[in-house]
């Protein structure tokens, strides 16, 4: 178990519809990123937080978004969803920048 | 960019082996991060690294900057080791990570 929390575990939608997803960081890491693992695509990082501001943008769609909140927990937001937006989302904390990086379990993300 | 090539790409070895996974990168990085993805999905951390070698267990990894490589080792392989390796280094600039394609190890009993 690495610390770091996300909810859910499972998400089966429709296309064209808006998700949330949430990751909760290890007790004291400042650091959050998401990532994007898919079939074609492979793992995929989106964006980064740290201490709640904006750090680092990967590979992210302008349909995604995320915000990292006081208490340090970040959500992920996915709008106009695709087919192709299918794929195993990660959160992963560090204690700061620039650091080893622990990850959450993963949500899987099915958009039908 | 940073790209990240890993060899090789499946492995199947018995148990008992010692195993080596490489991986080399195109542009000098700070650290890089060997990771370990089991079927169910979950991704383990397993070293962090920017010089020379670090041990855990009968888990090695080593680095060398000049020639922009790396290594990991298995020694004494064990079915329980069976799972994706996947090396990573920053993405340019930013922190997050660019990933290799992974090497899909398998150890037979």
């Known amino acids: 178990d690495s610390g770091v929390t996300q909810t859910p575990k499972h998400l089966i939608t429709a296309t064209g519809q808006r998700v949330t997803l949430r990751c909760s960081p290890r007790?004291?890491?400042?650091?959050v990123y998401w990532y994007q693992q898919s079939l074609d695509q492979g793992l995929q990082f989106l964006i980064q937080?740290?201490?709640?501001?904006?750090?680092a943008k990967g590979n992210i769609l302008e349909r995604f978004s995320a915000q990292q909140f006081p208490d340090l927990h970040s959500e992920l937001n996915l709008s106009s969803l695709e087919l192709g937006d299918s794929a195993l989302y990660f959160c992963?904390?560090?204690?700061?920048?620039?650091?080893?990086?622990?990850f959450g379990p993963g949500t899987r993300l099915t958009v039908l | 960019k940073n790209e990240v090539e890993q060899s090789p790409q499946n492995l199947t070895a018995q148990e008992g082996e010692f195993i080596t996974i490489n991986c080399s990168y195109s542009?000098?990085?700070?650290?890089l991060h060997w990771l370990q993805q089991h079927p169910g999905g979950g991704i383990v951390s397993l070293f962090m690294l920017s010089s020379g070698k670090k041990k855990h267990g009968r888990l090695i990894a080593t680095i060398n900057i000049q020639e922009k490589h790396s290594s990991l080792h298995i020694t004494a392989s064990h079915p329980r080791d069976s799972a994706v390796y996947i090396c990573a280094v920053p993405a340019g600039g930013a922190d997050g990570l660019t990933f290799g394609k992974g090497t899909h190890l398998i150890i037979q009993p």
């Open positions: 937080y740290y201490n709640g501001e904006e750090r």
């Open positions: 542009v000098g990085i700070s650290a």
């Open positions: 007790s004291g890491d400042l650091s």
């Open positions: 992963a904390s560090s204690v700061g920048e620039r650091n080893e990086q622990f």
